[in-house]
């Protein structure tokens, strides 16, 4: 079982939709729970970060954490064509230390 | 401000050749962090330093690499004797808050 584990995807969703993204994790003491945002080519932007269990919202996007179910998840809300990406999730265990990612989930917004 | 910077962008090199690729972190960021990347996959972890010593190297995957940062700011990653399998997009990041780690452009080694 990998550590971190995502749907490859692609996932498609039609533009203006909601867009959810999901995340399993194995080790139930990580602490903290990241989404980056990577676009062919380049390298991995943070888009949101989670401590806590429930929601965390910035513009478009919530972020949700489940600590009991080792769940976390992203919603893009009104997506865009400009949101398609790979969306990666991350896991740290210890505050500070290495990041474990998933392989991540490749989000197709059509117009 | 400025973000991670790593040079050089790409770098090109034969099997058993030596390799260093610069990391030079956000200003005031103490931690430090190598990663590598192959395609379709999700970045994976290789080394940290916090200040001038590595914290956790527990990701270098043989002795053939490694990593300094003698003042507590740039660092390089070292290759020696490179081999076909090394080749992938080295990125580095850097964090102050000991939780949000932010990414450089990445490095892409090609070993021929």
């Known amino acids: 079982q990998k550590e971190v584990e995502q749907n490859s995807g692609p996932l498609s969703v039609p533009e203006g939709a909601i867009a959810s993204l999901n995340c399993t994790y194995s080790?139930?003491?990580?602490?903290?729970f990241f989404w980056y945002r990577q676009y062919s080519g380049k390298s991995p932007e943070l888009i949101m970060s989670?401590?806590?269990?429930g929601d965390k919202e910035d513009g478009r996007f919530t972020a949700q954490l489940n600590k009991a179910s080792q769940y976390v998840s992203l919603l893009i809300r009104d997506s865009q064509p400009s949101d398609s990406a790979t969306y990666l999730c991350?896991?740290?265990?210890?505050?500070?230390?290495?990041?474990?990612f998933g392989q991540g989930t490749e989000l197709s917004v059509k117009p | 401000g400025a973000g991670v910077s790593q040079t050089p962008s790409n770098k090109v090199t034969e099997k058993g050749k030596y390799v260093e690729l610069r990391c030079d972190p956000i200003?005031?960021?103490?931690?430090l962090y190598w990663y590598r990347q192959s395609l379709g996959q999700g970045p994976e972890f290789l080394i940290y330093?916090?200040?001038?010593?590595?914290?956790?190297d527990s990701g270098l995957p043989n002795d053939r690499f490694f990593a300094v940062r003698p003042e507590g700011s740039v660092s390089t990653l070292k290759i020696q004797r490179t081999e076909r399998g090394d080749s992938a997009v080295y990125l580095c990041?850097?964090?102050?808050?000991?939780?949000?780690?932010?990414f450089g452009p990445g490095t892409r080694l090609t070993v021929l």
């Open positions: 080790d139930r003491v990580s602490q903290s």
């Open positions: 989670i401590y806590s269990n």
């Open positions: 991350a896991v740290n265990a210890i505050q500070g230390g290495k990041l474990i």
């Open positions: 200003s005031g960021h103490t931690a």
């Open positions: 990041a850097s964090s102050t808050t000991d939780r949000e780690q932010f």
């Open positions: 330093f916090q200040g001038t010593g590595a914290a956790d």
